[in-house]
């Protein structure tokens, strides 16, 4: 029998070769954990207006949405009108009461209370409750503030699915950074060996 003695090392202590190497490993093995919700959102997004997406990706590899409009007869509305039928056949979906909460303890049990205004309303992650809702919206929410005569709906709804995408991929590249490796690694104590492998 005999026993072995190995050094651990944190991340900040790995050198850059063996730091490139834990990183290569982590990218590897794994998952981007706002999949989901990224998917999620988009699937509410699809439900929620007249079109259909065909096929999407985003990652390393190049990104990219394919969809259709259903509804040839509101497809080329545009301007005034345009923003006419979005308030009137959306404005429930886009916009929520502003949420208002109060806690406090009566007689050593706590208590909570909730609503939603009936006169302040707000925008925010209304789809799901997950940021990337604001990402897909956010074309539709400038429209209804400042109107563009030669936007279509259509065009309205690409504008909204390329956000959609660029935010992806943009989480997707911050997620599988150098500095969040590192970062996830302090956080969760993660320790190596001296070639980088994870211990």
Same mark, same amino acid.
């Not at 005034?80 to 916009?95: E, V």
């Not at 919206?137 to 109107?147: A, H, V």
């Not at 995408?165 to 970062?183: G, T």
């Given at each position: 029998?005999?026993?072995?003695?190995?050094?651990?090392?944190?991340?900040? &202590? =790995? +050198?850059?070769?063996?730091?490139? @190497?834990?990183?290569?490993?982590?990218?590897? #093995?794994?998952?981007?954990?706002?999949?989901?919700?990224?998917?999620?959102?988009?699937?509410?997004?699809?439900?929620?207006?007249?079109?259909?997406?065909?096929?999407?990706?985003?990652?390393?590899?190049?990104?990219?949405?394919?969809?259709?409009?259903?509804?040839?007869?509101?497809? &080329? =509305? +545009?301007?005034?009108?345009?923003? @006419?039928?979005?308030?009137?056949?959306?404005? #429930?979906?886009?916009?929520?009461?502003?949420?208002?909460?109060?806690?406090?303890?009566?007689?050593?049990?706590?208590?909570?209370?909730?609503?939603?205004?009936?006169?302040?309303?707000?925008?925010?992650?209304?789809?799901?409750?997950?940021?990337?809702?604001?990402?897909?919206?956010?074309?539709?929410?400038?429209?209804?503030?400042?109107?563009?005569?030669?936007?279509?709906?259509?065009?309205?709804?690409?504008?909204?699915?390329?956000?959609?995408?660029?935010?992806?991929?943009?989480?997707?590249?911050?997620?599988?950074?150098?500095?969040?490796?590192?970062?996830?690694?302090?956080?969760?104590?993660?320790?190596?060996?001296?070639?980088?492998?994870?211990?």
């Amino acid at each position: 029998m005999r026993t072995a003695t190995i050094k651990v090392y944190k991340v900040d &202590e =790995l +050198s850059e070769k063996a730091k490139e @190497k834990a990183f290569n490993d982590f990218c590897c #093995t794994s998952d981007y954990f706002s999949a989901s919700e990224n998917e999620s959102t988009l699937k509410e997004f699809e439900n929620l207006f007249p079109i259909k997406v065909k096929q999407w990706e985003y990652g390393f590899q190049g990104s990219y949405i394919n969809y259709e409009f259903t509804d040839d007869e509101i497809e &080329e =509305l +545009s301007g005034i009108r345009l923003l @006419k039928y979005l308030y009137n056949n959306y404005w #429930t979906d886009l916009f929520k009461g502003k949420y208002y909460s109060k806690g406090r303890y009566i007689d050593g049990k706590y208590t909570y209370k909730s609503r939603r205004s009936k006169a302040i309303f707000e925008h925010c992650c209304v789809l799901t409750g997950y940021c990337i809702d604001d990402d897909i919206l956010d074309p539709i929410y400038n429209f209804l503030k400042k109107p563009e005569a030669h936007i279509t709906f259509n065009d309205l709804m690409d504008d909204c699915l390329q956000s959609w995408i660029k935010a992806c991929e943009n989480d997707y590249e911050a997620y599988f950074s150098m500095e969040s490796f590192e970062d996830m690694a302090q956080a969760n104590e993660w320790e190596f060996k001296e070639n980088g492998e994870m211990f």
